[in-house]
């Protein structure tokens, strides 16, 4: 080969090419000629409106999902099956904790609850294993109402976030109370005059109890629902959830007077007279058990110039300032009752004051219309009032009874009593089967099954049923979330007592006497016009405050007291205010999930989970090998003798030391004496 050609060059197709590596890319290369190709949209195609679409899907990951335009909230779960009838609830178990019970034991005690909740008996296999499962079933219900309270506690904001609406609603019809009440009463100061113990430092020092005897129904006048089956329909619920504001400041007809004169002045020959309406009773009985109740009202006690005897009448309590389960409880039923009086909702029986009884004729919803023609159209926003609500319907049942204190052989005293009610429901045309009481309850903590009546709503129930002489009362329980129907709820005298005995220790009889003790006291008071407070700074007293002329450092103005403060949940939430969940209520949680009340869920297969017992471990002792033992060799006696002869030897050299050195201490101690 000459070594003057050129060096070759390799094919003229390669040549002036770039690098491999340009070639050596990745096909996805932002670079690559190909993708950019493939990838590329013709701004046609990409109209404006497609943009938009896609704007709309790139929301959820920003999340920024559409919001419901009812509530203005984010679903929690964009599908739901509607045609299964399910809560979507479930008992939370983030740390997977299970039941010591298998499925068939859960569900055995859980039918033996469901046929005493229900009235039914009890299947005799299903009774042996309630039985035998006892004692684990009583250790599982402290564990979960303890994991339930630690999870109340951490997550009590998101709980109870569901209230706010609710306390919306009610600072409303709080403004609309005040006013009222700013319109009937002036703008007088205050000072206080004296104060009264509550009910329980009333105690009397001989041991006595009170009884409700002699109830009569006197008189009862305005419009009573017939209601022969108790059951809140599903569709009501829906209907106040969204509505919820409409219907409750919505204004009810003022109910008849029934409280005569004359009757009070034909009482007042025998004795002193009490007019305690159902609120001012529960007032005085309740006090100070929860922030959410009422605190003031007015007393006027009045003395008789024939026979000198007082007529003390209480007035309805004011509204409560702070929010709470109360005060949900309260919104929710003046919702309802203005909900079922709109036409065609429920069936209703007029009562006259002279007892006559006639059934309301069923008025059809479109015989009402709202438009006039001739008026100018003028649209109005859905969260207005509108006329086509009706004013709610009510009535008021005047009752007298005996409250009579036995003490210590024959002693006891009677209090002539008048007080005033509603009566919720009849079940039957005659009206002479009234239910006892019915309330709704907002279940707080859905998922993990019905909590416990407060005190307030048994003591409530109670004297409820004991004026009605009614032998049935009703509480229908729903969700605070979503106004879910959990459970209806049948109330009796003796099941009242048993759970006021229970969870809170208290004793009607007892509660009663101190009523009696309390009343005593209050007959010591002067004649005059008075407002009962209670301030969380005097616990255990009443303050009785009068009409004062000057206004001093001490006293304070009546609409000045109902306008301070806007009633909000801050102290409520900020309490550690708790209510334990029924071990004993089936609701429709424990009957989907097939879960036994206050407790953990069973595992899947069908077993139970067995407890680890904690043993402190014992260390095991170290092996050793065995030692053969010498045997001992016996002295002779010459040997013990002269082992003993050396002891005393010894002894004597020992206590002949002590002495010379105690000597010689003594010797040192004097020269240092003769030396000073």
């Known amino acids: ?314 007035q309805k309590p004011f509204p409560a300032r702070n929010c709470g389960w109360h005060t949900n409880s309260l919104i929710l039923k003046l919702a309802y009752g203005a909900y079922i009086s709109q036409p065609g909702q429920a069936k209703w029986l007029d009562f006259n004051i002279n007892g006559e009884v006639k059934e309301v004729p069923d008025e059809s919803p479109c015989d009402k219309s709202s438009i006039d023609l001739q008026m100018v159209y003028k649209p109005r926003a859905i969260d207005q009032q509108s006329s086509d609500i009706v004013d709610g319907n009510c009535n008021s049942a005047l009752v007298s009874w005996t409250l009579r204190s036995k003490g210590e052989g024959d002693e006891c005293s009677d209090f002539q009593i008048f007080s005033t009610l509603s009566i919720p429901a009849v079940k039957d045309s005659n009206g002479k089967e009234p239910l006892g009481c019915h309330f709704i309850k907002l279940e707080n903590k859905p998922d993990c099954g019905c909590e416990i009546m407060s005190k307030y709503e048994l003591i409530s129930a109670w004297v409820q049923l004991k004026l009605l002489r009614a032998e049935m009362g009703h509480c229908t329980r729903i969700s605070l979330r979503d106004f879910e129907p959990m459970l209806e709820e049948k109330l009796t ?36 016009d008075y407002l009962l407070r209670y301030s969380p700074k005097y616990k255990d007293k009443f303050l009785l405050c009068i009409v004062t002329k000057e206004a001093t450092p001490q006293s304070f103005q009546l609409h000045q007291l109902l306008t301070e403060s806007t009633p909000s949940d801050q102290a409520f939430l900020t309490q550690s205010s708790y209510l334990p969940i029924s071990p004993t209520l089936c609701g429709h949680l424990h009957e989907e999930l097939q879960l036994l009340p206050c407790a953990f869920t069973a595992k899947a297969n069908g077993r139970s989970v067995q407890r680890r017992k904690v043993v402190a471990t014992i260390p095991e002792p170290s092996r050793q090998a065995p030692v053969r033992r010498q045997p001992l060799k016996k002295w002779s006696e010459t040997q013990t003798r002269e082992f003993r002869r050396r002891c005393k030897a010894d002894q004597k050299k020992r206590a002949r030391a002590r002495k010379v050195a105690a000597a010689n201490e003594e010797k040192i101690e004097l020269d240092k004496i003769m030396t000073l």
């Open 493 to 528: 005298l003796m099941s009242l007592e048993q759970q006021l005995h229970d969870y809170y220790n208290t004793s009607m009889p007892q509660l009663l006497s101190n009523l009696c003790e309390f009343l005593k006291l209050l007959d010591t008071v002067p004649a005059g």
């Open 1 to 314: 080969m000459d070594k003057d050609a050129a060096l070759y060059e390799g094919n003229v197709l390669f040549r002036n090419q770039p690098s491999y590596k340009v070639f050596n890319k990745s096909f996805e290369h932002v670079d690559d000629a190909l993708y950019t190709l493939l990838n590329e949209v013709e701004p046609d195609v990409l109209r404006m409106e497609l943009q938009e679409t896609g704007d709309v899907f790139k929301s959820f990951n920003r999340n920024t999902a559409l919001r419901d335009p009812r509530n203005n909230e984010v679903p929690a779960k964009p599908i739901r099956d509607h045609t299964i009838a399910s809560s979507l609830y479930s008992f939370p178990n983030p740390l997977e904790q299970y039941s010591e019970l298998n499925l068939k034991q859960q569900a055995a005690c859980m039918r033996v609850l469901l046929a005493w909740q229900r009235s039914q008996p009890v299947d005799e296999q299903d009774f042996v294993v309630w039985k035998a499962t006892e004692k684990k079933r009583c250790n599982e219900q402290q564990r979960v109402q303890k994991y339930i309270h630690d999870y109340e506690l951490g997550r009590k904001e998101v709980i109870y976030a569901p209230m706010k609406s609710l306390v919306a609603v009610y600072r409303k019809w709080y403004e609309l109370g005040v006013k009222k009440l700013q319109q009937t009463h002036p703008n007088d100061s205050y000072m206080t005059f004296s104060g009264l113990p509550q009910l329980p430092q009333c105690k009397s020092l001989n041991s006595q109890t009170a009884s409700i005897e002699q109830v009569e129904l006197e008189r009862y006048a305005g419009r009573v629902r017939l209601w022969p089956e108790v059951e809140v329909r599903h569709e009501a619920l829906r209907t106040l959830r969204l509505r919820l504001d409409r219907y409750v400041t919505r204004e009810s007809r003022e109910p008849v007077q029934l409280l005569r004169e004359e009757d009070k002045e034909l009482e007042l020959e025998a004795g002193n007279v009490f007019v305690l309406p159902l609120d001012s009773l529960l007032m005085l009985l309740t006090t100070g058990s929860y922030i959410d109740l009422p605190t003031e009202m007015f007393v006027s006690l009045r003395e008789s110039p024939n026979s000198k005897h007082k007529c003390m009448e209480f």
